[in-house]
Nanobody, 122 residues
Framework: QVQLVESGGGLVQPGGSLRLSCAAS????????MGWYRQAPGEKRELVAA???????NYADSAKGRFTISRDNVKNTVSLQMNSLKPEDTAVYYC????????????????WGQGTQVTVSS
């Protein structure tokens, strides 16, 4: 079993900052790309940022210049630093990771966290 657990969401005023963290645990053999998605009410889930095992990151246009994704390959964590937050950033944020397990070490599968609410409002 593999679990991804997010933390760090909450209510913040426009222009403020939040840092989301996600920790992976379980019978993990290896990691691939990790990332963050978000889903606003009535909208489709969309990619916010992703980072490869070598640290190469890509961002949605809406996140460029404001958000920074990082990962710790020793602690099995991925984080998202969000600055200059806007009301349109309000959404449930989901952590995702490609992980292979000890039961099936040759295959990377997608795992998702349960989501954490980010609300940007004055």
């Amino acid at each position: 079993q593999v679990q991804l657990v997010e933390s760090g969401g909450g209510l913040v005023q426009p222009g403020g900052s939040l840092r989301l963290s996600c920790a992976a645990s379980g019978s993990i053999f290896s990691f691939g790309t990790m990332g963050w998605y978000r889903q606003a009410p009535g909208e489709k889930r969309e990619l916010v940022a992703a980072i490869t095992t070598r640290g190469s990151a890509n961002y949605a246009d809406s996140a460029k210049g404001r958000f920074t994704i990082s990962r710790d390959n020793v602690k099995n964590t991925v984080s998202l630093q969000m600055n200059s937050l806007k009301p349109e950033d309000t959404a449930v944020y989901y952590c995702t990771a490609k992980i292979s397990t000890h039961f099936n070490p040759g295959i990377l599968q997608d795992y998702w966290g349960q989501g954490t609410q980010v609300t940007v409002s004055s």
